[in-house]
């Protein structure tokens, strides 16, 4: 079974841009999370899609934003991108709530300049 | 928010050497995850933990699901290069919910 995969791997934006980050999911799994990972915060919850609806958010501003799509595969968007957006983004599946395993993927690091 | 405190933030060890570290929160959880980090790559999930007490290994790693239920415990036996990475204790702060707090994470050195 194919694992979390996610593209691009690399990003570089300039200030001011957006971008948009995509995620497929294991086959099966119909939940998706995305986090922010940085040096000073640590692994950060951004949001959560089950079923093509938002669940979760995190306390994230309105310019970070997501979507799934019918076959479980999403996207995240961040908008107006500044320095500080700078950071590995993961997203992670998962097949059963009540087990709470997340499987991640390999990460998109974004650097904005 | 829930925090979780994890210790210690790195280790340097030798090849061959056992390692322990934990993770605490003043919170209660009901599942504890661990959680292995190698750079430029995403977290890879080694062990679940569900109830309180319970003793899970993978290999030569060892978990513990704390009694109190605010906090978990890993230990590495034998320690091996390839064992290097960043370990990261997570938990769900909602059961109702598929979203994982992290700790600050572990990092390991090991001098061979």
């Known amino acids: 079974k194919a694992g979390v995969t996610q593209t691009p791997r690399y990003l570089i934006k300039t200030r001011g841009q957006q971008v948009t980050l995509s995620c497929s999911p294991i086959?099966?799994?119909?939940?998706v999370s995305w986090y922010q990972q940085t040096p000073g915060q640590g692994l950060q919850f951004l949001f959560e899609?089950?079923?093509?609806?938002?669940?979760n958010k995190g306390n994230f501003p309105g310019r970070f934003s997501g979507r799934q799509f019918s076959n479980s595969r999403s996207e995240m968007n961040v908008s107006t991108l500044e320095l500080g957006d700078s950071a590995l983004y993961l997203c992670?599946?998962?097949?059963?709530?009540?087990?709470?395993?997340?499987?991640f993927g390999q990460g998109t690091r974004l650097t904005v300049v | 928010g829930q925090q979780l405190n994890q210790s210690p933030q790195s280790m340097f060890i030798q090849e061959g050497e056992d390692v322990s570290m934990n993770c605490t929160s003043s919170?209660?959880?009901?599942?504890w995850l661990w959680y292995k980090q190698e750079p430029g790559e995403g977290p890879v999930l080694l062990i679940a933990?569900?109830?309180?007490?319970e003793l899970t290994s993978n290999g030569r790693l060892t978990a513990q699901f704390g009694i109190t239920r605010k906090d978990s415990f890993l230990n590495i036996s034998a320690s091996i290069p390839s064992d290097v990475g960043i370990y990261f204790c997570?938990?769900?702060?909602?059961?109702?919910?598929?979203?994982?707090?992290f700790g600050q994470g572990t990092r390991l050195t090991i001098n061979p």
């Open positions: 997570a938990a769900p702060p909602d059961q109702g919910a598929q979203k994982l707090v």
């Open positions: 933990l569900y109830k309180a007490g």
């Open positions: 899609y089950f079923s093509e609806t938002q669940r």
């Open positions: 992670a599946s998962s097949f059963q709530d009540s087990e709470k395993k997340a499987f």
């Open positions: 919170s209660i959880f009901n599942t």
């Open positions: 086959s099966g799994h119909r939940s």
